[in-house]
C-alpha cells in the first residue's frame, strides 16, 4: 500500500479549526505511506462556483492521478465527489451535522444538504460514520458503513501541569474554570443552556471563568486551554462523535455532557466526568460537583482502551480504503 494516492476533499471552512481533525489525518496517514493530496473544495453553495471547481476537481485528478477519493464531510461535499469522481472509487465520511439535523442552518438548506448526503451514500464504494447514531441515520448503504470516531491526535493533546498552564494564559490558580466548544453554531451547542447551568452551578460553588470557543481560537493553544481548565461541558443538542471530548480526555480534564452523539460511549468507565440530564439546574449541579474540589480526570486510559488515537484510527481508515480498492465499483446497497 506504500504507492496509494488519495485525494482528500475538504470543504473550505468558515473558522481557523475548520477540519483540523481531517488535516492531522492525512499526516498520519502519510506517516503509513499513503500520498496524501488535498483538494479544498470552495464553495458549496454557489453554482457559478461550483463549476469552476469541477474543471479545477477534474485538473486535480489528472495531475495527481489518485486511485481513491476520500470526502471528509457529506451534504455538497460527498454530492460533488460522487458527481466529479468518475469511476475511481470513493470514500465518504460523515461527521455530524451532514446526517443530523442542523438548527443553525436555514431549514431548506439543512433538508437539502442531508438528501444530498443520503444520494452520495449511494455512490460511495465505503462509507465511514463517526458514531453508532450517525450510521443509524443513513437510509441505505449500512452494509457498505463502519464507525470510526474522528480521533486525537495524542502526541498534541496529552496531560501537562494546570498551573504551569494558567500561568501561561494569566489564569488565577484558585479559579475554577469551565471549557465550552461553541464552534460558531451556537444554537445546536446549546451555548443558552450551557450558561445557565453555568449560572446555577455559581449558586452552589462560588465564581466560575466560562471560556467559550467559537473556533476562531488557534489549535495550537487547545491543549494548553485544556489542560488549564477543570472541567469541558458538552449542551449540544445534536453531535456525531465530538472531537473535542476526546481532546479534553486525552489532557485528563473532567467532562460533564449531556447524553448526545457517542459521548455516552466515550465517558464510559471514565473517572470524574459525567452524562446529566438536558435540564440546566442537574447540569449546574454535576459541574458543582465536578468544581469542588477540582480534579483530574483519568480519560488519556480511556482514549488508548477505546483507540481514540489518531494513530489507531489512520490504521483503521487504510483497512477502509483496502476494502474499496477490492470491493465491487458500483455495489449500491
Not at 121 to 139: F, N, P, Q, Y
Amino acid at each position: 500500500m506504500n504507492s496509494l494516492r488519495v485525494l482528500f476533499v475538504i470543504p473550505k471552512g468558515s473558522t481557523r479549526s475548520s477540519f483540523v481533525f481531517a488535516k492531522r489525518l492525512g499526516t498520519y496517514l502519510a506517516g503509513l505511506g499513503v500520498q496524501i493530496d488535498v483538494f479544498y473544495l470552495a464553495s458549496r453553495t454557489s453554482p457559478r462556483v461550483l463549476v469552476n471547481e469541477w474543471r479545477r476537481f477534474r485538473r486535480e485528478i489528472n495531475a495527481f492521478r489518485p486511485d481513491l477519493i476520500h470526502s471528509q464531510f457529506g451534504t455538497m461535499t460527498a454530492f460533488f465527489c460522487a458527481l466529479a469522481a468518475g469511476q475511481i472509487p470513493l470514500v465518504v465520511t460523515y461527521r455530524g451535522s451532514d446526517l443530523n439535523p442542523c438548527p443553525d442552518t436555514a431549514w431548506w438548506r439543512s433538508v437539502l444538504g442531508k438528501l444530498l448526503s443520503q444520494i452520495a451514500a449511494l455512490r460511495a464504494t465505503r462509507i465511514i460514520c463517526v458514531s453508532e447514531e450517525l450510521k443509524g441515520r443513513l437510509w441505505w448503504a449500512k452494509r457498505r458503513a463502519c464507525v470510526i470516531p474522528s480521533g486525537v491526535d495524542t502526541s498534541v493533546f496529552s496531560p501537562r501541569p494546570r498551573d504551569e498552564m494558567r500561568v501561561e494564559l494569566g489564569w488565577g490558580r484558585a479559579e475554577r474554570v469551565v471549557v465550552f466548544n461553541g464552534g460558531g453554531k451556537r444554537a445546536v451547542k446549546r451555548l443558552d443552556l450551557a450558561q445557565s447551568a453555568v449560572a446555577a452551578a455559581k449558586e452552589i460553588c462560588g465564581e466560575i471563568r466560562f471560556v467559550v470557543l467559537d473556533g476562531n481560537v488557534d489549535p495550537c493553544h487547545v491543549p494548553k486551554l485544556l489542560n488549564a481548565a477543570d472541567c469541558l461541558l458538552v449542551t449540544s443538542d445534536y453531535e456525531g462523535s465530538p472531537t473535542i471530548v476526546a481532546e479534553a480526555l486525552a489532557c485528563n480534564l473532567p467532562i460533564v455532557s449531556v447524553e448526545v452523539g457517542d459521548v455516552p460511549w466515550l465517558l464510559r468507565d471514565v473517572r470524574d466526568s459525567r452524562i446529566v440530564k438536558k435540564d440546566a439546574t442537574e447540569i449546574g449541579r454535576a459541574l458543582a460537583a465536578v468544581l469542588m474540589p477540582p480534579r483530574r480526570s483519568d480519560g488519556s486510559h480511556a482514549v488508548r482502551r477505546k483507540r481514540l488515537d489518531l494513530q489507531a484510527v489512520a490504521s483503521r481508515t487504510l483497512c477502509v480504503y483496502r476494502e474499496a480498492l477490492g470491493a465491487p465499483k458500483w455495489n449500491i446497497i
